[in-house]
């Protein structure tokens, strides 16, 4: 059986490329035949046409048939697989639905982790809701020293809320192959998959999936062989585990993938609007009536009748018009010591309510009273406020405080924070949102229209914050959940493509749209040190982890590709890079810098002169000098790309314009 | 003359030595091996550059051959320091020079008593005199590295002084004033410590670039940023600085550590059990005041948990706002919204406001057992 180590595979790539609607390049698919794969560890992956995981003959390993996919007591089958052009992602689908469900593996070789990740998604094709369990069976060849959660905790009978996968430790007797790890589940996820160990060889992991008609329940999971620390410390495992965790590992998946997942909070912009109304997690789904509940079983249908409403705000009073209300919370049922009101473009406020006598008119026509400090729960009906939740229109800049409330700013406000590298003062209309990461370990990310992200904190002194409302006022910024513009939300969310203007991607999942400004660049080679102009650079990519070389020292390795087709391999001896984009100017430590891309080329006004100069050979009388003029030409690729489309422009030679025709389609 | 050996390491006091040489297995096995004890940043390049240095005769290293010699001539040499301001170099507290190997990097001064400084090197003559060669006149820009002889002492950090490593080039402060001001900013507030109530600092890149300060109260801070303010003294000339600290610590040797990934030898575990508020970004802070009383949002009538009742608090739900539960001697246990937004505490002496929703646990002190 022959071996293909991935970068054999990937070879291929480059004649089976299509693109999708948006431009991205996807690979092609193609018939997959079991073949085993290596990853860049020298592990072989033997992957069947089910997509389990088989014995390797030749890479001792723990697994013996895993991820083998069950639903009820039938094996997931598949009769022709298919596997991209580039090696790195497999296809597999049910030739024929079971109870109703059309069932997709979607597999991803993490070739530097050393894994394969899986996307098993569910589509209901039925017209009713379909519950099901699914699970998934991992066989081991040798006897297991002993389960360990991801949080550490040591031979667990079943997974906690929280527990985000297992580690499979060898035998002592073993001890030379490596453990096997299970990404199972986001630590955010409501539902906690279900775990049994049978014999010590069989471990079993169960989902239960309630899915609606017409739509998708995906199952996001991975499987991987790695070295554990010898120490057996939990915050080893813990510390392993990183490389592991679901939320990582999604992010190398396509994002059609992991869009309808089960077991993954996709931190998603829109999803902080989606969350906007209470309707959803109060339970009260919205009607053409209004709604009072009272209590968790007792709904009333009818229609509020209130005039004169006005709310004493800790920033100011303010008379709220009734049509704009969607909903009153009530301080019992918020635990709060005063109620709030939703308004329909998108607020939420906390205060003192006061009416002209306030009440409640069921259609059975009884009616009652309101006391806004002693209610519970009031929706009105979809006859106000946007019907699916979205404020429409939407606001232009909304923030979210930690006490629960959104208050509406101005759009011509500056948004101003502090990053690692220093200040920076914002236009509001510049900004998508500013949010905490899941659980808070991690600073907020400040997310811009350019296409940055930025990790900021709020701090400093109460700064002025232009309110919609109640005006200008002093705000705490440490006091601000989280800060969105559901306009642009709305136009830009998912559409996540590289900035077509120099950047650099950062530590921390960070990006900034800013271009280096030093003058010039020093490159240690095996060859000796190598200056080089920030202008000459196509892209330079941080390689430190690629070459596993633990005696870098401080100094991280690169990869520089130059415009005009130059390739350098060494380390950048400029201990901080100084960049400049939208309102700042930072000095970036490069060993926080993954990569810095310049998309277009800056060029150099030598090198504009000699593509003028060899655009005139073009046209000279001696057919040495033109083709040689063309041949450099070409050698110059992009950089000469911009004079070449002006030169066809104003040129009336039909042999210049012919060889112009000829190296402008050479970089098509 | 000898060979330098070819580097596959480069130091964190980057030097920039460059050999077209392959390694052999005996620099590969004196890489594994650990590093003799390092005094100053001239030893720790050496000792990277597999160089040793001698008591007695001074080390130029040219075009890859290390050559024996004697810095024969200094004179009215200085280093305008990229931190600001002008040092006056002398051979006697110099350890070693490097200049810009005739690629344009950054000079470095490295001095006796652990100072690093980067900048420009200025001089009017600087010879080297060698048996292996005809006596040279070294220039700043073309200058690899010259290693001075051994003095013979170590340099001593006085008792509660620290090392500090800045971020703009790793450059070495060993000798900062005693009163400069560290702040500290992070998202629990601000705080400005004395230097001797540091006891280190260090960084990590994963997952994403993080600044961590141990303090000698045991308090361990995630911090955002750290800014040095204070007067570097170099042979009794002293520039005041405003720069971003990468490390601190106690000694040269600690210092080196932390700033390799051996960082974790020297940070100080948590103890689980002790009365500490631990915050979501993995501060930890010892719990060094007493709690008041906490009165939560949903009880307007006034009813408040006593702080000395108490035996721990810990967070429920993530949402805003964000909802503990208290539990205390006599079955106290009850969930709620804390109505004030912060919690007081203390840091290193400082009071510190610590919002609420960035606190995870607070663990108290074992209640005193009662006397029969």
Redesign the interface.
């Known amino acids: 059986m022959t071996r293909l180590p991935i970068y054999c595979l990937c070879m291929l790539a480059a004649f089976l490329a299509y693109e999708t609607s948006d431009g991205a390049p996807v690979p092609a698919m193609v018939p997959f035949s079991q073949t085993p794969i290596t990853d860049r560890h020298g592990r072989e992956w033997n992957i069947d046409q089910n997509g389990n995981v088989q014995r390797s003959d030749t890479s001792p390993s723990l697994i013996s048939n895993a991820a083998v996919l069950m639903m009820g007591s039938q094996q997931f089958y598949c009769q022709q697989p298919a596997i991209s052009s580039d090696g790195t992602t497999l296809e597999m689908a049910v030739p024929k639905p079971y109870h109703g469900l059309a069932v997709t593996r979607h597999l991803r070789i993490l070739d530097k982790e050393g894994g394969v990740a899986y996307a098993d998604v569910f589509s209901n094709i039925t017209g009713r809701e379909v519950q099901t369990v699914v699970e998934f069976r991992y066989h081991f060849s040798g006897k297991i020293k002993r389960l360990v959660t991801s949080s550490g905790r040591t031979s667990p009978t079943s997974l906690d809320p929280g527990d985000e996968g297992i580690f499979i430790e060898p035998a002592q007797n073993d001890s030379n192959l490596p453990a096997v790890v299970l990404s199972l589940t986001d630590e955010h996820t409501e539902a906690t998959p279900k775990m049994s160990l049978r014999n010590g060889y069989q471990l079993s992991i169960s989902h239960t999936l309630s899915i609606p008609p017409g739509g998708s329940s995906t199952i996001i999971h991975a499987v991987g062989q790695t070295r554990l620390d010898a120490t057996g410390e939990v915050d080893a495992f813990a510390q392993n585990f990183?490389t592991w965790r679901l939320k990582r590992i999604a992010q190398m998946l396509p994002k059609r993938w992991t869009e309808s997942a089960v077991n993954l909070v996709v931190e998603s912009p829109l999803n902080t609007l989606k969350e906007w109304f209470p309707a959803q997690h109060w339970g009260i789904g919205r009607d053409a009536s209004d709604i009072l509940a009272l209590g968790d079983e007792t709904r009333l249908k009818g229609r509020a009748q209130i005039s004169g409403l006005q709310l004493e705000h800790a920033l100011g009073k303010l008379m709220i018009e009734w049509d704009q209300v969607v909903a009153i919370a009530g301080?019992?049922y918020l635990?709060?010591?005063q109620p709030m009101i939703w308004l329909a473009d998108g607020q939420i406020l906390k205060g003192t309510l006061t009416a002209n006598e306030p009440k409640f008119e069921m259609l059975s026509g009884t009616s009652m009273p309101l006391d806004f400090d002693k209610m519970d729960r009031l929706v009105r009906g979809t006859t106000h406020g946007p019907p699916e939740g979205i404020p429409d229109p939407a606001p232009e800049g909304l923030i979210?405080?930690?006490?629960?409330e959104r208050i509406s700013i101005s759009p011509d406000m500056e948004w101003k924070t502090?990053s690692?590298w220093g200040p920076l003062a914002i236009p509001w209309r510049s900004v998508i949102t500013w949010v905490h990461s899941d659980?808070?370990?991690?600073?907020p990310m400040l997310v811009l229209r350019d296409g940055s992200r930025i990790?900021t904190?709020?701090?400093g002194s109460p700064s002025p914050f232009q309110t919609r409302l109640f005006g200008k006022q002093s705000l705490n910024p440490?006091?601000t959940?989280r800060a969105i513009h559901p306009t642009v939300i709305l136009a830009e969310v998912g559409n996540d493509l590289e900035p077509a203007e120099s950047f650099l991607e950062?530590?921390?999942?960070?990006r900034l749209v800013a271009h280096v400004t030093d003058t010039?660049l020093?490159i240690?080679?095996?060859?000796?040190?190598l200056?080089i102009s920030p202008g000459e650079i196509r892209e330079i990519l941080d390689t430190t982890d690629d070459r596993n070389?633990?005696?870098?020292?401080?100094?991280r390795w690169h990869q520089v590709e130059l415009w005009g087709g130059s390739s350098v391999v060494g380390?950048l001896?400029n201990?901080?890079l100084t960049v400049e984009g939208q309102g700042f100017s930072w000095?970036i430590?490069v060993?926080?810098i993954r990569r810095v891309v310049n998309p277009v080329p800056r060029i150099e006004t030598n090198v504009v002169q000699r593509v003028a100069e060899l655009i005139q050979h073009l046209g000279h009388a001696d057919w040495k000098i033109r083709e040689d003029a063309s041949a450099e030409l070409a050698e110059l690729g992009p950089l000469a790309q911009a004079s070449l489309r002006q030169a066809i422009r104003q040129s009336t030679d039909p042999e210049v314009i012919r060889r112009l025709e000829a190296l402008l389609s050479l970089d098509e | 003359m000898r060979p330098v050996l070819q580097l596959a390491i480069v130091c964190i006091w980057p030097l920039h030595l460059l050999v077209a040489e392959p390694a052999t297995q005996d620099q590969e096995a004196s890489e594994k091996s650990p590093l003799p004890p390092v005094r100053t940043a001239i030893e720790v390049s050496a000792t990277r550059q597999n160089v040793q240095l001698r008591d007695h005769f001074d080390q130029l290293i040219l075009g890859g051959q290390v050559f024996d010699g004697t810095l024969a001539a200094l004179s009215n040499a200085r280093l305008e320091s990229s931190l600001g301001g002008s040092f006056a170099l002398d051979s006697k507290n110099l350890a070693g020079l490097a200049g810009g190997g005739g690629t344009g990097r950054v000079h470095r001064a490295y001095f006796r008593d652990g100072t690093v400084l980067s900048g420009k090197l200025y001089w009017d003559r600087c010879a080297f005199e060698s048996r292996q060669m005809s006596p040279l006149d070294l220039h700043p820009d073309s200058l690899e590295v010259l290693f001075l002889k051994n003095s013979g002492e170590a340099p001593t950090i006085p008792p509660g002084r620290r090392s500090l490593a800045l971020e703009a080039g790793h450059q070495v402060i060993t000798n900062p004033a005693p009163h400069a001001t560290i702040t500290l900013l992070g998202r629990w507030g601000t705080i400005r410590p004395p230097l001797e109530k540091i006891r280190r600092m260090w960084q990590t890149l994963e997952p994403t670039p993080q600044t961590w300060v141990e303090l000698t109260d045991g308090a361990q801070l995630n911090v955002w940023t750290i800014r040095w303010q204070g007067d570097v003294s170099v042979q009794g000339e002293s520039i005041p600085i405003d720069e971003r600290v990468l490390a601190a610590a106690d000694s040269w040797e600690n210092l080196q550590k932390l700033l390799s990934t051996e960082h974790h030898v020297l940070t100080t575990p948590s103890d689980p059990g002790r009365p500490a508020i631990q915050l979501l970004d993995g501060s930890s802070i010892p719990l060094a005041t007493e709690i008041p009383g906490i009165k939560f949002r949903d009880s307007p009538s006034g009813a408040v948990v006593r702080g000395e009742a108490l035996t721990r608090i810990t967070r429920v739900s993530p949402l805003a706002p964000p909802t503990f539960e208290f539990a205390g001697t006599g079955g106290l246990l009850t969930r709620g919204q804390p109505s004030a937004p912060v919690l007081k505490a203390r840091v290193a002496g400082d009071p510190l406001a610590l919002p609420w929703h960035l606190i995870q646990e607070v663990t108290f002190p074992a209640p005193a057992k009662s006397s029969p």
């Open positions: 990183r301080p019992s635990s709060t010591d979210e405080l930690w006490s629960g502090l690692r659980g808070m370990e991690l600073a990790r904190i709020a701090q440490a006091e959940r950062l530590a921390g999942d960070q010039s020093t240690a080679t095996a060859g000796g040190p200056t070389d633990s005696t870098a020292g401080d100094l380390q001896q201990p901080v000095t430590p060993r926080e």
